[in-house]
């Protein structure tokens, strides 16, 4: 599977963004898909991951009540819908595929084969 990032930009402190991530290739429906992001001298943090049906999400703690992750497996489309955006959300956001991660391994990049290029997301104060 292939993946693109899409809609990053610059938003001001409390703000909203929504990403996308375009899958293209088989069975879509057939990976776990999840977002990370990583901020200029940090190391890749898992934000949010979604199971194949969409049933199932998981968040980080410094996400969660905020971020919104959901998939249209018809349209093979990842998304994350950012809201009350906070400058320590500034960072690169990548989307990310897996076909075999399971409940324990779902928030470890590890666990993951298939990368899309990532979108900048910019808070301002």
């Known amino acids: 599977v292939q993946l693109q990032a899409s809609g990053g930009g610059l938003v001001q402190d409390g703000g909203s963004l929504k990403l996308s991530c375009a899958a293209s290739?088989?069975?879509?429906?057939?990976?776990?898909i999840a977002w990370f992001r990583q901020a200029p001298g940090k190391e890749r943090e898992f934000v949010a991951g979604?199971?194949?049906?969409?049933?199932?999400?998981y968040y980080s703690d410094s996400v969660k009540d905020r971020f919104t992750v959901s998939r249209d497996n018809a349209k093979t489309t990842l998304y994350l819908q950012m809201n009350s955006l906070k400058p320590e959300d500034t960072a690169v956001y990548s989307c990310?595929?897996?076909?075999?991660?399971?409940?324990?391994?779902?928030?470890?990049?590890?666990?993951?084969?298939?990368w899309g290029q990532g979108t900048l997301v910019t808070v301002s104060s």
């Open positions: 979604i199971w194949r049906d969409g049933t199932k999400k």
């Open positions: 290739g088989h069975s879509f429906s057939g990976y776990i």
């Open positions: 990310a595929a897996s076909r075999t991660a399971i409940l324990s391994t779902i928030r470890s990049s590890d666990a993951y084969a298939y």
